[in-house]
């Protein structure tokens, strides 16, 4: 089996991403390259807390969105 074969299928807002077998939201956000403490994620319609970002597992097929936090004044 090939890698590629091996990766998740993940869809993030809206678009289609492979992530390794294994990784968690922790892991997701630092491949976008976004800061945690700046997001919000929603796996499968269900808000994700922050303090479980390193422990929750993503699986093939998961849908997660993340919203960014802007601050300004």
Same mark, same amino acid.
């Given at each position: ?19 390794? !077998?294994? *990784?968690?939201? =922790?892991?997701? &956000?630092?491949?976008? +390259?976004? %800061?945690?403490?700046? @997001? ?8 994700? !807390?922050? *303090?479980?970002? =390193?422990?929750? &597992?993503?699986?093939? +097929?998961? %849908?997660?969105?993340? @919203? ?6």
């Amino acid at each position: 089996m090939s890698e590629l074969a091996q990766r998740l299928k993940l869809t993030v807002n809206g678009e289609g991403r492979d992530l390794p !077998p294994g *990784s968690s939201v =922790a892991d997701l &956000l630092a491949e976008i +390259g976004l %800061a945690a403490r700046k @997001v919000a994620v929603e796996r499968n319609l269900e808000i994700v !807390p922050r *303090s479980q970002y =390193a422990t929750t &597992l993503l699986a093939d +097929g998961d %849908a997660i969105e993340i @919203v960014h936090f802007i601050g300004g004044g």
